[in-house]
């Protein structure tokens, strides 16, 4: 199994420019999500999906849309790119949150990095 | 407004000797505590996660949990040059949808020679 895959690498982006996050897990596992990490910050959560055609807001949603059509993939789009949207962009997924359980783990992406100038 | 607290370092400790982390949380409510480790430039890795009171052990990390004083810590013996990493403490809790973890801002750990 690969895992969590993400696309690109990195990417440079000019202010006003859209682009698409893709993140492709192989693992069936129900919920995904997109969390952004800012220099010397934890984990914020931007999107999340407890599976296909199902997608709710976390903390920091504004600027960006997700969609989650089938259960491998869940990209996140960027529409009109801002300077305060450079950060590093980690996707993330789990089997399903039954409390107390191991499946509760998420397990994370290599990450995006993206510099908006 | 949850919140998780770390102290973020940098932990400096000498090769061999026992690594101390530490998280606080605000959230009564929360289930689940986890304990990711991350390199410079690499995506967060899960070391161990705990969901009762007292201690967890695994390999050379030990988790201790205390939901009355609201408290998680991680216990690295042995550390090693290679344990040198960001730690980041996460809490769950219960969620009508989704495992929502809510992340420390994370402890830099230095383990010197």
């Known amino acids: 199994n690969a895992g969590v895959t993400q696309t690109p690498k990195f990417r440079i982006l000019k202010i006003g420019q859209s682009m698409t996050l893709q993140c492709t897990q192989d693992?069936?596992?129900?919920?995904m999500y997109w969390y952004r990490q800012d220099p010397g910050m934890g984990l914020k959560l931007i999107y999340y999906?407890?599976?296909?055609?199902?997608?709710d807001k976390g903390e920091v949603p504004n600027g960006y849309n997700v969609s989650r059509s089938t259960t491998e993939d869940f990209p996140l789009r960027l529409e009109l790119a801002a300077p305060s949207q450079t950060s590093v962009y980690f996707c993330?997924?789990?089997?399903?949150?039954?409390?107390?359980?191991?499946?509760?783990?998420?397990?994370f992406g290599p990450g995006t990095r993206l510099l908006v100038l | 407004q949850k919140e998780v607290e770390q102290n973020s370092g940098p932990l400096s400790v000498p090769e061999g000797a026992i690594a101390s982390l530490n998280c606080t949380y605000s959230?009564?409510?929360?289930?689940?505590f986890f304990w990711y480790r991350q390199y410079s430039g690499k995506s967060p890795e899960l070391i161990m996660f705990i969901y009762s009171n007292g201690d967890k052990e695994d390999g050379r990390f030990t988790a201790q949990l205390n939901k009355a004083s609201q408290y998680v810590s991680l216990l690295i013996r042995d550390s090693q040059p290679s344990d040198s990493a960001t730690y980041l403490c996460?809490?769950?809790?219960?969620?009508?949808?989704?495992?929502?973890?809510?992340f420390g801002t994370g402890t830099q750990l230095k383990v010197e020679l």
């Open positions: 693992m069936n596992h129900n919920y």
């Open positions: 999906s407890v599976g296909a055609g199902i997608t």
């Open positions: 959230d009564r409510g929360s289930q689940s």
């Open positions: 996460a809490v769950a809790g219960v969620t009508g949808g989704g495992n929502k973890l809510t």
């Open positions: 993330a997924s789990s089997s399903h949150m039954r409390q107390g359980a191991a499946q509760e783990t998420q397990y």
